[in-house]
């Protein structure tokens, strides 16, 4: 296992030096921001990342995310030029020492939640969902909170538009499509590729989405069962479902789990849910038995704290501040720790 920490590159409020810090820190996970989705970041914007990672001390061994391009995931004759592209960025990676790679086949909007400040009685906040506010949106003009408004007006209804009708075995068979175009890049670099979960782990807007849980990963590794084609394991997105047994998910995949988010969430009625600080006790991801399913059936990936709360004052970048990762991440190196020892 390796600990790690997200770092939005050199417009992160928060310095390399802090991240060191933290004590059992190896290297932060972190991406090329600036270039369009679905072309090739130059390698010298690649190098000059890892430079300054390793400056303070800290690999840069996990690239989150490489976007993969709407046309991939639409299945249109241009995902033929995306897709090289994309093999060249995987090139690159492997050039400046990348192993992994965090990517995600949800159609047009990421990670989706309802409110970016959710107060805790403790006076902190974290991130949560309502899905009955989500509902209430009109997805041709979303001011999401959060979601990094990339497209216009325009821009979004047409991309909607285009995905109507789309099957989830459509959407399906055009991950599968991808993954045997990347594979033999990944076979040649080394390059581990992480599929991030669909969150919430259900369709939104209509869309369909295909990351959801158990059956889900079953077909995708029937379909392309190349080892480099694996998963990031997100409690956070995975948990938000009540079907999904994350102790049991962990334990049967854990050598396909390239990379691990590990956080917390707690219910709050039937889809709702709120984000919470690590700790096992602190909500219904039970996180010590996860790590325990992972180290006893023979993990070897990065893992990262993921979303905090805001806690002490800190007004950060939703789910992504310093001191309640920090906290989280010492809790995992905790729990890893005492595990292993057990185990040996
Ligand atoms: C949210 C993150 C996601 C994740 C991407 C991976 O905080 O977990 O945005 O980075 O879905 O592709």
Redesign the pocket.
Known sequence: MKMTFRWYGEKDCIPLAYIKQIQGMSGVVTAVYDTPVGEVWELSALERLKSLANAAGLEMEVI??V?VHEDIKLGKPSRVRYTEAYKQNIRNCAKVGVKCI???F?PVF??LRTDLKFVHPDGSNSLAYDGAALAALDPDDLHLPGWDESYSKDELGALLAEYKGMTHEQLFENLVWFLREIMPVCDETGVNMAI?PD?PPWDVFGLPRIVCGEADYERLFAAVPDPHNGI?F?TG?LGASRENDLVALAGKYAKRIHFA?LRQLKYDGDVNFYENGHQTAAGDVDVFGIVRALVRNGFEGYVRP??GRNVWGEDAKP?YGLYDRAMGACYLTGLFEAVEKEEK
């Open positions: 989150e995310s976007p965090c990517y995600n949800m990421d990670w991030h969150d990031t997100c997105s988010h993921d979303h789910g």
